[in-house]
């Protein structure tokens, strides 16, 4: 019945509708390490944010978060850049060790906030769209909401590629990874540039938490597992390139799936720092990466 | 300078002194621990039992208290983490000088601090942990109420047996200790009823995808699959079961996710996936021992819907505790544990009452199924309110 094609074609498939949203969480973080070099320990908390956004606005109003995201991104956005001029731009000179501090300072300050506030409860929302199958054949079937948000990560994800390549933002960003010495001499205002760096990084993070939310479960913790998944993103893209942190995220969700259908559901959370060792260990530049580590 | 340091720290030592030294409880309230999981993944079940509790509590305020004093219960939210329910035990025991602890939730929780009070030498009735290694250690402490993970398998080959007797089984479990303990369970009680288990699945349960699990499932064509779920899980599985066409001709669960009471239900559970599908149970409210539809309409009352077996074990392990405090006519643990040992209740709305030497209630298993969205009774025959529905029609066939 050629299930020894079907099966690991619906993993496959399974995988890179994971793996994008991944990648989109990915991308955002791999933008803030590679214009500034900061690792960003509290993304998974500003995914978490994105999340309670998107969840208190549908109790609301009802409105899907496959169309309400966009909220959630310009929050994301005004956190981040307030996080970076606020607290991050007066540090900026001291030893790296202090920014990592302040950020995960942050991402606990975040989550226990959101544990007083909502409480430690794990949240599901039901949206009509979740009992949508699309079937191709008799043998694969793609649930409907992870299709939509494969699609709106996407178009995202391109659109975030553009942005860094082909913008005059996206340049200036470029110029401050190179050379943050030239970069204002050449009349570019670093720091105004580095906060919507984070600002748009922190967007792709809230963005991610609004998609995520119809499919996942929503509790202060919920960042925690993606932050973690970022940083093997940004280690498997080669540090800082956003092309090669997506395309990490894809192989990182097929890897799970995978290894999920042909081992068992616990072993795929373990794979991931499996690939995180390999690389680091075995090509530590990154799969795509000539950058400098 | 100096001086000052030295008069500071003896100031804060003195306050701490004081502060640590506090008497303890000389009020006029009996004070009873209990821990559940108020928050966290196993919320929904912890607020059953507190329903529960408050329900018992106030029947037994009401009779005029234990020992002419008014009850207290004294809460302790394990936010569904065993660290936090050991912690639990010390802060009501040490702190709070509590005689008995109720509680807690989960059978993970429930085995941490099984050891605590042991050493802590205070009694424990457990309401509803069915790990059968909670029971294990033989501790002269450790009562529970509910039947066992061993009484639950028993309880569903018996009814499979009964209802086409099909053969090949496949578990499906989380990966935490009551998980385990019912895999345990059916496999050992499958093996010897001659039953073909085709597949074994251990899972994560805050996962929200269970497909390529489901998946392998699939491949291997079984006619039975056991749950032993939690809710969230309960319902992202049932629900992803008919985005892979899964098709076993019986759903059966180890109750507990299954079993909830938001189970059926569209916004908190899985809604129409939750159709036809088996169960065990330790109470329903249609249930035929006198009280339970009393306890029925106070816990819709006071909740707004109605309770499933969680709520009910809560009350029970209450009442049975006040009972055993009643007969002892002493606040010191060992009394407690003494009379809880000699407790013998024929009749409440949980059914009989009475420990064995083990500290084991031999209390009844039912089977119900989901239908119409609503649990109906189908095995045993003498309980039973409905027949059952098998097999349980295709997805494809279902409106």
Known sequence: MLNWFYIPLQGIINGLLTGALYALIGMGMALIFGVMRIVNFAHGAFLMIGMYATYLLFQATGMSPYYQFPLAGVLLFFVGYATYMGLLRPIRGQVDFMVILLTMGLALILTDAAQLAFGADYHQINIPLLSKNIHIGPQISINAPWLVSFGIAVVLACALYWVVTQTMFGRAARAIAQNPYAAPLMGINVNRVQAIAFGIGSAAAGISGALLLPVFYLFPEVGNQFKLKSFVMVVLGGMGSIQGAAIAGLVLGVVESLTSLYWGNEWALAVDFVLFILVLSLKPSGIFGSQRA | ?399
């Open chain 2, 1 to 399: 300078m100096k001086r000052f340091f030295v008069l500071f720290s003896l100031a804060i030592s003195a306050v701490l002194f004081w502060a640590g030294c506090s008497k303890g409880p000389e009020s006029n309230t009996f004070k009873i621990g209990v821990i559940t999981s108020l928050t966290g993944s196993n919320a929904a079940f912890g607020q059953a039992h507190k329903n529960g509790y408050t329900i018992a509590l106030e029947e037994i305020n009401a009779r005029g208290g234990l020992l002419g004093k008014k009850v207290e219960l004294d809460y302790y939210d394990d936010q569904s983490r065993p660290d936090q329910a050991v912690q639990g035990v010390s802060k009501l025991v040490d702190q709070d000088h509590v005689p008995i602890v109720l509680g807690a939730y989960s059978s993970e929780s429930t085995r941490a601090i099984v050891p605590v009070v042991t050493q802590k030498q205070v009694p424990l009735i457990i309401p509803t942990a069915v790990a059968d290694n909670v029971m294990e250690s033989n501790s002269p402490w450790i009562f529970r109420i509910c039947a066992g993970s061993g009484s639950f398998a028993a309880a569903t080959l018996d009814f499979l047996k009964n209802n086409g007797d099909p053969k090949k089984l496949a578990i499906v479990y989380e990966n935490t200790n009551f998980g385990q303990s019912n895999n345990k369970s059916m496999t050992e009680a499958a093996k010897a009823a001659g039953l073909d288990l085709v597949d074994t699945e251990a899972y994560q349960a805050s996962s929200p995808d269970y497909k390529s699990l489901l998946q392998r499932v699939k491949g291997k064509n079984p006619e039975v699959i056991y749950f032993a779920s939690y809710l969230l899980d309960a319902s992202t599985l049932m629900r992803q079961s008919e985005q892979l066409n899964l098709n076993p001709k019986y759903y059966t669960s180890a109750g507990t996710g299954f079993a909830a009471a938001e189970f059926p239900t569209a916004d908190k559970g899985a809604g129409k996936y939750a159709e036809y599908t088996f169960s065990v149970s330790q109470w329903l409210p249609s249930a035929k021992w006198r009280g339970s539809a009393e306890f029925d309409q106070k816990y819709f009352a006071l909740a707004g819907s109605h309770p499933a077996y969680h709520g009910m074990e809560a009350y029970a392990v209450l009442i049975a505790a006040a009972a055993a405090i009643d007969i002892a006519k002493s606040d010191q643990p060992a009394a407690i544990r003494d009379a809880i040992k000699q407790l013998n209740l024929a009749e409440t709305p949980f059914g009989p009452v009475k420990f064995d030497a083990r500290g084991q209630n031999l209390h009844p298993v039912l089977v119900t199924q989901v239908q119409g969205g609503q649990y109906k009774v189908v095995w045993p025959l003498d309980a039973a309110e409905s027949k059952p529905i098998v097999p349980a029609p295709e997805w494809s066939k279902r409106k």
